[in-house]
């Protein structure tokens, strides 16, 4: 049982506003949002201010206690849902404390929403390039944490690189006031670069400065037919080649994921008459106006007469490119109703990517017979979500049972091309002990003593990445 003064230290620290242990309050935080992890806790903390945080982190470590942050509590592989820890959430957190275009920076606080962080660049006529299809709930010190990818990862590279400094408490309750604003500092090990991607188990980051880029003036959207994934990397490779820089997106679909997400999309049908096995989603974009559009005629006037792609429609306007967006960012959503899905998240350099697609529908085929593949994503930077569906009319209980046995082919054919079995969501709970599989001895002794060495009582999100004493103690 959690030591109640150590909980009543946490209320006295916090003020009146500042937690609860109403189960009312605390349960929408308690399950994850595809209700594939519950949780429990003790005690929602929900600090407003920097040193709020560290009073909750240092209580904590003084009494032993374990602890999760969550932000949005959108993340795919459960590390922000506790069990059992103190849920420390960063809803209160939400300030833009500055935003300065002569630095080109935006200082949000950890539980400002992406979708936030979005609009209060935008009104400076600037922009911060991480776009997800969660970007209405997830947060800045989530998206940190997790080091998210999404779509534009091709042009501007992921969270990782999108951060200039770094707030955070570390797990003794100590603040770290690494707020700078320096594109160049090498002064030895990055601080920063160490919690991005941490998923909570190296403290709570509280604020980032975030690089700003120039606001676009024109954007053009086209989806364009394929007969096979290797046609979609030659004509990735032509893209870079014609629009440099402005190459925004660039994600496949299967024709699977096409077709269900036109049918679950009320007024919606697949773009292309020709019906073909593989789409591709581009997007060209520009500070310039008017320059997005004749670029991307000029690509796939090229594409098509070198036979990379067999049709293409580019949208219109800009209401038809949120639809042909919406097709690409439905995906997901569109599998509701068709049983279990085995969700793998996978990169691969992207001279492998046809390979792995190949060779992974074989391997599965043969293996469970009548499974249907629906692999889509970000092509453009090697990351595919290959994810498996039960074959039509089977037993949903026995596609669920060999999932285990499904990820170990998937990823094991992964690690032998070159690849990582998490491109971007994370390890959290899911992944953590089969990540063990794939990285080498050296690499996980070296990051348990990381890891140890910042938090040696162990209480950041105890049961998420390496731990030497989690859970094999
Ligand atoms: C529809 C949908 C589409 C998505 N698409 C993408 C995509 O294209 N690319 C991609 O990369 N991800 C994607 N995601 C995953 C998800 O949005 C990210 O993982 C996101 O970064 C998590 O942010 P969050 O605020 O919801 O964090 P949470 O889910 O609350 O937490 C995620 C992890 O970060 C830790 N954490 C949260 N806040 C803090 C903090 N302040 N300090 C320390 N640790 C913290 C938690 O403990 C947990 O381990 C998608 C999710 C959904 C639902």
């Not at 941490?198 to 954007?219: I, N």
């Not at 990735?236 to 997400?261: N, Q, R, S």
């Not at 001895?441 to 938090?455: F, G």
Request: proline share 5%; glycine share 10%; charged share 20%.
């Amino acid at each position: 049982m959690t030591d109640p003064s150590a909980l009543h230290r946490l209320e006295a620290a916090l003020g009146p506003r500042g937690w609860s242990r109403d189960p009312e309050r605390i349960s929408p935080k308690l399950v994850e949002w595809r209700d594939r992890w519950r949780g429990a806790t003790p005690f929602l903390a929900l600090p407003s201010t920097t040193a709020q945080v560290a009073a909750v982190i240092g209580i904590c470590a003084d009494a032993g206690l374990s602890v999760t942050p969550q932000g949005g509590n959108t993340g795919l592989v459960g590390g922000q849902i506790p069990q059992g820890e103190i849920l420390l959430s960063t809803e209160r957190l939400n300030a833009i404390r500055d935003i300065d275009t002569a630095d080109d920076v935006l200082v949000a606080e950890a539980g400002v929403t992406l979708s936030e962080a979005h609009a209060a660049a935008l009104k400076v006529g600037r922009r911060f390039p991480l776009d997800l299809a969660s970007q209405g709930s997830a947060t800045i010190g989530g998206l940190i944490s997790t080091n998210a990818g999404g779509t534009a990862v091709l042009r501007y590279g992921t969270m990782r690189g999108l951060v200039l400094g770094l707030e955070a408490v570390l797990p003794d309750g100590q603040i770290w006031n690494g707020l700078r604003r320096l594109r160049k500092d090498n002064t030895g090990y990055d601080l920063k670069q160490l919690l991005i991607g941490a998923e909570g188990t190296l403290g709570v980051v509280t604020a980032a400065a975030l690089k700003l880029y120039p606001a676009l003036a024109s954007r053009a959207v086209a989806v364009a037919g394929l007969s096979s994934v290797a046609a979609a990397v030659d004509l990735l490779k032509l893209a870079k080649e014609t629009a440099g820089g402005d190459l925004e997106a660039f994600e496949i679909i299967c024709a699977l994921g096409m077709e269900m997400a036109a049918a679950k999309r009320p007024g919606a049908r697949t773009p292309l008459e020709s019906h073909p096995p593989w789409y591709v989603l581009i997007e060209i974009a520009s500070p310039g106006a008017d320059r997005a559009k004749p670029a991307l005629e000029d690509l796939l006037t090229e594409a098509l007469s070198r036979g990379l792609a067999d049709d293409a429609v580019i949208a219109a306007s800009e209401t038809q490119a949120q639809a042909l967006w919406a097709l690409r960012e439905g995906q997901s959503e569109a599998q509701k109703g068709e049983g279990p899905v085995w969700k793998h998240d996978v990169s691969l350099p992207i001279s492998r990517v046809a390979d792995f697609i190949d060779e992974a529908g074989k391997a599965l085929g043969s293996r469970f017979p009548g499974v249907r593949i629906d692999a889509f994503g970000h092509v453009g930077d090697g990351n595919i979500h290959y994810d498996v569906l039960g074959p039509p009319g089977g037993d949903p209980a026995r596609h669920a049972e060999a999932r285990h046995e499904g990820a170990r082919i998937v990823h094991d054919l992964v690690n032998s091309l070159g690849g990582s079995i998490s491109a971007e969501h994370g390890l959290g709970i899911m992944k953590t002990e089969e990540a063990r599989r794939y990285k080498s001895a050296v690499e996980i002794t070296a990051l348990e003593a990381v890891r140890s060495a910042l938090d040696p009582k162990g209480i950041m999100n105890p049961r998420v990445l390496f731990s030497a004493s989690w859970p094999h103690a």
